[in-house]
């Protein structure tokens, strides 16, 4: 079955960064588009950053230019490298596996989250 399994997440003063990895498996996952999202305390969930299976990328404009969102092809894995960190960037972060390979698709699988809190 599809497992999508975050790690990384953790306390980090504001400017500081972090790097999120979600590890895959039970689907074929370069033919995939992968994404982070998150979700804040009493807010619904958002869209952190997207990749297609062809490694095209798509972020946040709250997130642009701090946050690169990557894919490992062999290792089936997809990571969020989080610099300049935020206190809004406070949020539990879950991996998600796309319906097909563009970023024009919703997510069907999530992983369980992990918690990211950046103190100011």
């Known amino acids: 079955q599809v497992q999508l399994v975050e790690s990384g997440g953790g306390l980090v003063q504001a400017g500081g960064s972090l790097t999120l990895s979600c590890a895959t498996s039970?689907?074929?996952?370069?033919?995939?588009?992968m994404g982070w999202y998150r979700q804040a305390p009493g807010k619904e969930r958002e869209v952190v950053a997207r990749?297609?299976?062809?490694?095209?990328?798509v972020y946040a404009d709250a997130v642009g230019g701090r946050f690169t969102i990557s894919r490992d092809n062999v290792k089936n894995s997809v990571h969020l490298q989080m610099n300049r960190l935020k206190a809004d960037d406070t949020a539990v972060y879950y991996c998600?596996?796309?319906?097909?390979?563009?970023?024009?698709?919703?997510?069907?699988?999530w992983g369980q989250g992990t918690q990211v809190t950046v103190s100011s």
């Open positions: 990749i297609s299976s062809g490694g095209v990328t």
């Open positions: 039970g689907f074929a996952f370069g033919m995939y588009a």
């Open positions: 998600a596996k796309h319906r097909a390979p563009s970023l024009q698709t919703n997510p069907d699988y």
